[in-house]
């Protein structure tokens, strides 16, 4: 029997990054292509604690639960989001499965066939493909390494008249990139002035390298243009699958009440959990630790890209935290043919181009420094070394 | 500033349900209203040793897994449905954030505004509202204690060519109700006829009270025309928030990707603890015991109906499984308004209109029995049948 599909899904393509993590799993390939933390950095014994606490506390943890989530838990992030300056009541942060889920409710309840959203060239791919499903147009901006460019995005913003901007300010994926504050205030400046929502996806801002900080623009914003997502994934553990969003209270209930339709309400035991694990753990301290191996991971990748010297034809910026090294080839280079020889060598990466909403730089790549031990790093860098000095030019 | 929301949440309204379940919360008022199991009776030791046994078994359990779910218990699944003759490959399953989120993903995969789908009436209400939110025409269908009318049906199918038909034959909700094999047969067989799909939605299924078991109609198919899906929320615990569906591989492939992009995957760690569980655990064995103990709370209700005798003014069935009784008040009775007594006499259902597609019986309501102990019953159950014997009749 032929099945008829909904036209929203008629485009849809299985992620690139995930389809390539698949093939490389199997075998004796090093994999720099997820955006994987470490799992021999878990905090696996205080994760078991945190689940054992809540399960002992009262049945009612295993009980279906608020859509909103665990009261206790949306107070907690409050609380923590309110060091980085930014403040929001408990009742208009709705936790979700994932910040993924966030992007996704926002998307659902926000976008008819044909809403604009401007993002950044290249951006976050599974952003993209969400926009995509709910049939929305993705027009980019032109970006420096400070952010979208003035000019161009006012410009654009006056003729697209977009919805919302989407952004990963603070060490982007897959740029690596940090977002200047004048850049921040700028955009939330035009925001203000053309009523336009700023949707700002955080996952990676704790994952910091250098001492200084850059405000999130939510911090900026007095709780009407920017909606804030963030995770545990990066943090914690990914399997939780537990992220949260803020953001002005009529779209944050609008939300909650797609939310119900969805899937109820997120793991509430996960959530439960996480209340423990917030009270009993220094989370701080644990993510000070992260941010110093992950810091030492990227200086192992970016000292043997520099060793290459003059005889490695590629050009890089140095991140100033999250997981990625973002690579750019001579423009006669195709990644995506690169990383056939590549997985041939024992080494695996992104290809660049899905990343892009149009115009794909096909000479990119990604290259994930989190997730693997410095040797690790060091044996696979060799491999992608032998074959970025000799790539078979198609 | 006022925000621009998506046409496709315009219409979308709060759960009813869960909304009284909101209010019925505060003090002591008994409820009746929430589908929910008890959670004095949650294997909480079991689950607890799960977690524990899955948390020490590799820190891979905590890292991202993969959106169709955790191999292993995408395995114990097909072996489960085995024995209620439904045999379908691991590969055909897909494992989801509860069984709302099998609803949710299917719907976003198939239907284009204006697409019709057939139901009874009434039906599940939080499945309607996944159907609105996608613009979908949802057609009732005539029903009678057995199912779906044969007549009502194929002219139905006829008149409106719908893409699916969604169901819950088994112990449905609200009505208690079974459809019968003859029923079943003659559904699959005009759904072959006119290349229509069935969405068999069966969380119910294994709360059986007598031994008459009626196969589910997936186990009838040849993995064509029917989706099923169902959950462990009523047998092991709801806050795990895990679900199944399994169908034509097309749909289960196509609904993979949606979910990529909704929220990458469920929670790793509860799947992998529900591995431990369902090899350690003699999950039916304790689903005997939730029949026993379930069947025993209906009886409890049922017996205090039959006490009222002639002057209370109820229709009822005896429920052959599921979580509710579904009861009939004299047409001039509004049972949103008898709840408003109802609460003010320390008792709370749940009104019967929110279940209906159209021409909603406002005489009718929906009572929950697995979530009280027997004397919590009775002791609501006394306070109802005040309110009940004397309804204002507005």
């Not at 054992?52 to 506390?57: F, I, V």
């Not at 994932?98 to 044909?114: E, T």
């Not at 993002?119 to 390494?145: C, G, H, M, R």
């Not at 949707?199 to 939510?218: L, R």
Request: proline share 6%; with cysteine.
């Amino acid at each position: 029997m032929k099945y008829g599909f909904a036209k929203r899904v008629t485009h849809m393509q299985s992620s690139a990054v995930r389809d390539i993590l698949k093939v490389v799993n199997r075998g004796d390939v090093i994999s720099f292509a997820g955006g994987l933390p470490d799992e021999k950095l878990f905090p696996i014994d205080e994760v078991k604690t945190a689940f054992d606490q809540a399960m002992s506390s009262s049945p009612k943890v295993m009980q279906y639960g608020e859509t909103e989530g665990v009261p206790a838990l949306r107070e907690q992030l409050a609380e923590r989001m309110a060091v980085k300056e930014i403040h929001r009541d408990p009742e208009n942060i709705l936790i979700t499965s994932g910040s993924q889920q966030a992007i996704d409710l926002f998307a659902r309840v926000m976008f008819n066939p044909g809403d604009i959203i401007l993002t950044e060239n290249p951006t976050y791919l599974a952003a993209l493909q969400v926009f995509q499903s709910y049939e929305v147009q993705v027009i980019p901006v032109e970006s420096d390494e400070d952010g979208m460019i003035e000019e161009d995005l006012e410009t654009k913003i006056q003729q697209y008249k977009p919805k919302c901007i989407y952004i990963v300010p603070t060490y982007s994926n897959p740029e690596g990139k940090v977002w200047s504050l004048e850049r921040r205030r700028l955009l939330l400046k035009l925001a203000e002035k053309y009523h336009t929502l700023i949707f700002e996806d955080d996952p990676y801002g704790d994952i910091q390298f250098d001492e200084e900080t850059v405000p999130p623009i939510a911090s900026l914003d007095d709780n009407k243009y920017v909606m804030y997502t963030s995770t545990f994934s990066k943090t914690v553990v990914p399997a939780m699958r537990t992220g949260w969003i803020t953001g002005p209270h009529q779209i944050i209930r609008m939300m909650s009440q797609a939310k119900q339709a969805t899937d109820l309400h997120t793991n509430s035991l996960t959530q439960h959990a996480l209340v423990h694990l917030l009270r009993e753990f220094d989370l701080d301290a644990h993510i000070h630790k992260l941010q110093k191996v992950y810091k030492e991971r990227m200086h192992v990748m970016k000292d043997i890209f520099d060793r290459g010297g003059d005889t490695l034809p590629i050009r890089y910026k140095v991140p100033k935290g999250g997981m990625f090294f973002w690579v750019a080839m001579p423009e006669s280079v195709n990644t995506k043919e690169l990383l056939n020889q590549a997985v041939d060598n024992g080494v695996a990466f992104v290809p660049g181009a899905p990343f892009y909403v149009n115009n794909p730089a096909q000479n990119t790549m990604r290259l994930n420094f989190t997730n693997s031990e410095p040797e690790v790093i060091e044996a696979g860098m060799k491999r992608l070394v032998e074959v970025m000095s000799e790539p078979i030019i198609g």
